[in-house]
């Protein structure tokens, strides 16, 4: 039998019709559990000290998502050791050529979350932001002969689902835009960016790395519109636990337009989601507020808090990351710390690389990890 040739979707304009009776407990839920994470995170001592783990965790899960296959620990490790180059000495077989390119896909992704972040300050979701932070999405490694930082001009395939042409885009991507930033179009946050999510992905505007950046602009819309402090709410997590369910869902919407179930969903990821970051918040904090109560005045060292914020920033860390923080003009500086945090219990040996030791802040790590 002849394969059907498929042709490009034509994705209707938003807003879209959607039956509030149907959501309307998903969507209460969502909005407590949402309301709960943001009184958690107004009593927190530094807001970056806190988001830096969580955004990596974020990374590794979008980019799961998409087949990239490297943990957190991995990414982590990669970074403690990047500044000395030391990662570019394990190249030597198509194994560990694989992981590095995983783990630099995961890095990228964090990079362009956290440049759309600061582009925040100074402009809304649109497409300046959009371009700048693909730029950054495929900068380095597998993405980066895919066009990065542009509209896609060329026609794709995903599936058995065909993208609008190209030619549409600029058309579809402006209404995008004005849905996304306009109240009068839809007044419910969450709705407006699990509407926003969906047709992001079904318009496609780039060649590649869509997934993931449609992934990436639902913390910096909650922020935007100050439904929190913070991009910190991340769900890729229930996506990738929930993968063919999140893919069908959004294939029914291109199919049938069945867009209740599809937010029932959204925002059942986005509670469950809410949730779980207010108690690994509260348990961030309670472990911070311990260590510098009992553990730090042991250290019996001026640089014994700061060391401590680093750890908390980057629970995988070397002594020459230790050494920069802290503007140390010796090297048995950072050693000397590594040793007294490694005796109060918070520093565990990783593993060697070369003559570089990497030690985890094994605590914290299993708190966002978990």
């Given at each position: 039998?002849?394969?059907?040739?498929?042709?490009?979707?034509?994705?209707?304009?938003?807003?879209?019709?959607?039956?509030?009776?149907?959501?309307?407990?998903?969507?209460?839920?969502?909005?407590?559990?949402?309301?709960?994470?943001?009184?958690?995170?107004?009593?927190?001592?530094?807001?970056?000290?806190?988001?830096?783990?969580?955004?990596?965790?974020?990374?590794?899960?979008?980019?799961?998502?998409?087949?990239?296959?490297?943990?957190?620990?991995?990414?982590?490790?990669?970074?403690?050791?990047?500044?000395?180059?030391?990662?570019k000495k394990v190249l030597d077989t198509p194994e560990k050529e694989r992981k590095r390119d995983d783990i630099i896909e995961v890095i990228n992704?964090?990079?362009?979350?956290?440049?759309?972040?600061?582009?925040?300050?100074?402009?809304?979701?649109?497409?300046?932001?959009?371009?700048?932070?693909?730029?950054?999405?495929?900068?380095?490694?597998r993405g980066?002969?895919?066009?990065?930082?542009?509209?896609?001009?060329?026609?794709?395939?995903?599936?058995?689902?065909?993208?609008?042409?190209?030619?549409?885009?600029?058309?579809?991507?402006?209404?995008?835009?004005?849905?996304?930033?306009?109240?009068?179009s839809e007044t419910d946050v969450l709705v407006r960016i699990g509407v926003a999510h969906y047709q992001f992905e079904a318009i496609h505007p780039f060649k590649d790395g869509n997934g993931r950046m449609?992934?990436?602009?639902?913390?910096?819309?909650?922020?935007?519109?100050?439904?929190?402090?913070?991009?910190?709410?991340?769900?890729?997590?229930?996506?990738?636990?929930?993968?063919?369910?999140?893919?069908?869902?959004?294939h029914k919407v291109d199919t049938d337009q069945a867009w209740e179930e599809w937010l029932n969903f959204f925002l059942t990821a986005v509670e469950s989601q809410a949730k779980l970051t207010t108690s690994k918040v509260r348990k961030v904090m309670e472990l911070y507020d311990r260590l510098k109560r009992d553990v730090i005045p042991g250290v019996r060292s001026r640089y014994g808090v700061p060391v401590l914020d680093l750890l908390f920033e980057q629970p995988v860390i070397s002594a020459s990351n230790i050494k920069t923080a802290i503007k140390a003009t010796s090297n048995n500086t950072p050693y000397y710390l590594i040793e007294k945090f490694k005796v109060a219990g918070i520093l565990k040996d990783a593993f060697t690389a070369g003559r570089e030791k990497v030690y985890v802040f094994r605590e914290l790590f299993n708190i966002v990890n978990g």
């Open positions: 039998m002849a394969r059907t040739e498929l042709k490009p979707a034509k994705v209707p304009k938003l807003p879209p019709k959607i039956d509030y009776s149907k959501i309307m407990r998903s969507l209460i839920l969502a909005h407590a559990a949402v309301g709960e994470l943001r009184g958690v995170l107004t009593i927190t001592k530094s807001t970056e000290m806190l988001i830096a783990p969580f955004r990596k965790r974020e990374a590794v899960s979008s980019s799961a998502i998409e087949g990239t296959r490297a943990t957190l620990e991995e990414v982590m490790e990669f970074e403690a050791l990047e500044s000395n180059q030391k990662d992704y964090e990079r362009a979350l956290k440049t759309a972040t600061k582009m925040l300050q100074e402009r809304a979701i649109g497409e300046v932001l959009l371009k700048k932070a693909h730029g950054e999405l495929l900068k380095f490694g980066e002969n895919k066009d990065p930082g542009n509209f896609r001009r060329v026609p794709v395939r995903v599936g058995d689902y065909i993208p609008p042409a190209f030619g549409d885009i600029p058309e579809l991507m402006t209404n995008w835009e004005n849905y996304l930033n306009k109240s009068d449609g992934r990436l602009i639902i913390p910096l819309f909650l922020c935007q519109e100050g439904t929190l402090d913070a991009p910190v709410l991340y769900i890729s997590d229930f996506f990738e636990e929930n993968k063919d369910e999140y893919l069908h869902l959004l």
